[in-house]
């Protein structure tokens, strides 16, 4: 088991780049020291400068007529108890004159990976962060253009994210009391700034953490396996919301709303792979959505999938 060499490499302290899919079935641990042997780019920065580049972009999202039949369902299934919020993504079609070379050196963002020449990522979202015995996860659920009239205000009042933010830290939580002890909210609902291509996007996060033992290092593998598929992009009871998604989204996610990381040694450090773009046989995919619950308006979710379309 992949999980399981995780823990042996731990065990020796052996720095490794760490890549699962959605569902933590597709897994690929590379050493650090090898990663030169594959197509294969990644950085993690805490700061960056902003790089303005010219490039052509067209989008082609999915009808409001057929997004609303897939929302109608999940309302259904919300409804009936068997979810009480699932973030439903969709694939949108796009045309640009980047290549996922230039995408991810000219990208500004937290986490960027380019895999091959198949998919590129640049994210801003934490999945978890473990250094000195302690494991951080920084759930993102809440988005608004920063345009709009007092755009921080609007989206920390609105009850419908106030409860799906709520949901999110709940699950993250329990997640992390599977592998550690004394897990607490540090710091509830606070809003960042991402440069989202010509506009910026302010998001929610919470900050969550929890104490593990000195012998986390040789539990990493352990550790991952039972803590995936990330919750703040599945949705929860995590277990019936991953069976919905599979029947609802009717596409394969892929790696996409996976998680990448970097083991050094001494600590590790992921983010959820979202901001996704993926070169199929048809051309470019990018790939987003949202967290749906009971109080959602379809509109605005169908205007946040597309906001978050967008090359860095």
Same mark, same amino acid.
């Given at each position: 088991?992949?999980?399981?060499?995780?823990?042996?490499? #731990?065990?020796?302290?052996?720095?490794?780049?760490?890549? *699962?899919?959605?569902?933590?079935?597709?897994?690929?641990? !590379?050493?650090?020291?090898?990663?030169?042997?594959?197509?294969?780019? /990644?950085?993690?920065?805490?700061? $960056?400068?902003?790089?303005?580049?010219? &490039?052509?972009?067209?989008?082609?999202?999915?009808?409001?007529?057929?997004?609303?039949?897939?929302?109608?369902?999940?309302?259904?299934?919300?409804?009936?108890?068997?979810?009480?919020?699932?973030?439903?993504?969709?694939?949108?079609?796009?045309?640009?004159?980047?290549?996922?070379?230039?995408? /991810?050196?000219?990208?500004?963002? =937290? &986490?960027?990976?380019? $895999?091959?020449?198949?998919?590129?990522?640049?994210?801003?979202?934490? /999945?978890?962060? !473990?250094?000195?015995?302690?494991?951080?996860? &920084?759930?993102?659920?809440?988005?608004?253009?920063?345009?709009?009239?007092?755009?921080?205000?609007?989206?920390?009042?609105?009850? +419908?994210?106030?409860?799906? =933010?709520?949901?999110?830290?709940?699950?993250?939580?329990?997640?992390?009391?599977?592998?550690?002890?004394?897990?607490?909210?540090?710091?509830?609902?606070?809003?960042?700034?991402?440069?989202?291509?010509?506009?910026?996007?302010?998001?929610? *996060?919470?900050?969550?953490?929890?104490?593990?033992?000195?012998?986390?290092?040789?539990?990493? #593998?352990? !550790?991952?396996?039972?803590?995936?598929?990330?919750?703040?992009?599945?949705?929860?009871?995590?277990?019936?919301?991953?069976?919905?998604?599979?029947?609802?989204?009717? $596409?394969?996610?892929?790696?996409?709303?996976?998680?990448?990381?970097? $083991?050094?040694?001494?600590?590790?450090?992921?983010?959820?792979?979202?901001?996704?773009?993926?070169?199929? +046989?048809?051309?470019?995919?990018?790939?987003? #959505?949202?967290?749906?619950?009971?109080? *959602?308006?379809?509109?605005?979710?169908?205007?946040?999938?597309?906001?978050?379309?967008?090359?860095?």
């Amino acid at each position: 088991m992949i999980f399981n060499d995780i823990n042996s490499l #731990g065990k020796k302290r052996e720095p490794f780049l760490f890549l *699962s899919d959605f569902k933590a079935q597709n897994i690929e641990v !590379i050493l650090l020291n090898e990663l030169e042997n594959h197509d294969i780019e /990644f950085k993690i920065q805490n700061n $960056y400068k902003k790089i303005v580049h010219p &490039y052509s972009f067209k989008t082609t999202p999915i009808s409001f007529s057929k997004y609303k039949k897939k929302f109608d369902s999940i309302i259904k299934k919300i409804e009936s108890g068997d979810t009480y919020l699932l973030n439903l993504t969709q694939p949108t079609k796009i045309e640009t004159s980047l290549s996922l070379k230039e995408i /991810f050196k000219s990208a500004n963002a =937290h &986490y960027k990976l380019r $895999y091959k020449d198949k998919f590129v990522c640049f994210s801003p979202e934490i /999945f978890v962060k !473990i250094k000195d015995n302690m494991i951080h996860t &920084y759930p993102m659920k809440g988005t608004i253009d920063s345009k709009i009239s007092n755009a921080k205000e609007k989206i920390l009042e609105d009850s +419908k994210e106030m409860a799906e =933010h709520i949901m999110v830290v709940d699950l993250l939580r329990n997640d992390l009391s599977i592998v550690a002890k004394k897990v607490r909210v540090e710091k509830f609902r606070y809003t960042q700034t991402i440069d989202a291509g010509d506009k910026e996007l302010i998001q929610v *996060s919470s900050h969550i953490s929890g104490e593990l033992s000195d012998s986390w290092h040789e539990n990493l #593998g352990t !550790i991952l396996k039972s803590i995936l598929p990330a919750g703040s992009i599945s949705g929860t009871p995590k277990k019936s919301t991953l069976e919905i998604i599979d029947d609802v989204e009717n $596409y394969d996610r892929g790696f996409f709303t996976g998680v990448f990381g970097v $083991y050094d040694g001494k600590s590790f450090d992921s983010g959820v792979m979202i901001r996704f773009i993926e070169k199929t +046989k048809d051309g470019f995919i990018y790939k987003s #959505g949202g967290g749906i619950t009971l109080d *959602s308006d379809i509109e605005s979710e169908y205007n946040e999938l597309q906001e978050k379309i967008y090359l860095p």
